[in-house]
């Protein structure tokens, strides 16, 4: 359909509540939200609806590359929209027959865009689910990396880890507790040295071999050393994102298919 179109615009922003969906978060929701063959039910049993139309037209908009696709609700019940989004991103990995063993990220500009020992002044403080170095400055992490997290998580099929080789050790496993990922990962290895040693670690740990795993890391030494090992190794600019994840995926199950 939208080859039919001459002209179209760069971003297309949708609204949630009543948009997207046929309901308000905040009062027709009742989480814990929970996922049975392809469909969600509230924590009271009942089927929780999506419009007819919305997944199409937002698959259709995403599969143009030349497309940015938005959404913008002034919803403040962020955990039963986190809730929705991490059901939608687990139905896309039932899309994939064969997937790796274990799947690792770095940390430093892959899942948050700061190296922990120049950017991070602690004490860090916690305050509405936001961070707050020292001074002050609010802690920003990338946009999908809590949901990509989430969503390898709830595969029980799938292993996560992450391999840093920041020296700031205790930094980093203080922003993975308050963000709560430490109860996301399966293999935590952070200590400064080549990520060849991070990941004969996490080979000798799991057992996995190295061409069933899946690494994404920002700096091209990382990626080339680790993937000598037989890893399938993912160059991120600007942080992990749903669109390289789901790439990295595809390569994976061409290569081993």
């Known amino acids: 359909m939208l080859q039919n179109f001459k002209v179209l615009p760069k971003l297309i922003v949708f609204d949630l509540d009543y948009t997207l969906w046929p309901f308000w978060c905040d009062t027709h929701i009742y989480p814990p939200i929970h996922k049975r063959d392809d469909t969600l039910y509230n924590a009271d049993g009942t089927k929780i609806n999506i419009y007819p139309d919305s997944e199409l037209i937002l698959k ?3 599969s143009n590359p030349g497309l940015k696709l938005a959404c913008a609700s002034s919803n403040t019940d962020q955990l039963v929209l986190t809730a929705l989004s991490t059901a939608k991103a687990s139905n896309m990995l039932q899309n994939f027959k064969v997937l790796p063993k274990l799947i690792v990220f770095d940390l430093d500009y892959t899942l948050w865009p700061f190296w922990c020992d120049t950017h991070i ?3 860090i403080h916690k305050r509405d689910d936001t961070l707050y170095n020292a001074d002050g400055t609010k802690i920003n992490i990338y946009p999908d990396s809590e949901l990509i997290l989430k969503c390898i998580h709830s595969n029980p099929g799938l292993k996560l880890a ?3 080789r920041t ?8 922003l993975l507790n308050l963000l709560g990922w430490d109860e996301l990962f399966d293999y935590v290895v952070i200590f400064p040295g080549s990520k060849v040693m991070h990941f004969e670690r996490l080979h000798k740990r799991t057992g996995i071999p190295y061409n069933q795993m ?5 700096e091209h ?7 000598r090992l037989g890893v399938h190794t993912h ?18 199950e061409t290569v081993s298919s």
């Not at 899946?214 to 920002?218: A, C, K, N, P």
């Not at 030494?221 to 993937?227: A, G, H, I, L």
């Not at 749903?242 to 595809?250: G, S």
């Open 60 to 62: 259709c908009i995403h």
């Open 121 to 123: 002044y602690p004490p």
């Open 162 to 164: 992450c391999a840093s």
């Open 167 to 174: 020296g700031e050790i205790n930094i980093a496993k203080q």
């Open 214 to 218: 899946v690494f994404f890391d920002d």
């Open 221 to 227: 030494r990382n990626v080339s050393e680790v993937s």
């Open 235 to 252: 160059l991120v600019n600007h942080g992990v994102s749903l669109d390289t994840f789901k790439f990295a995926l595809q390569q994976f």
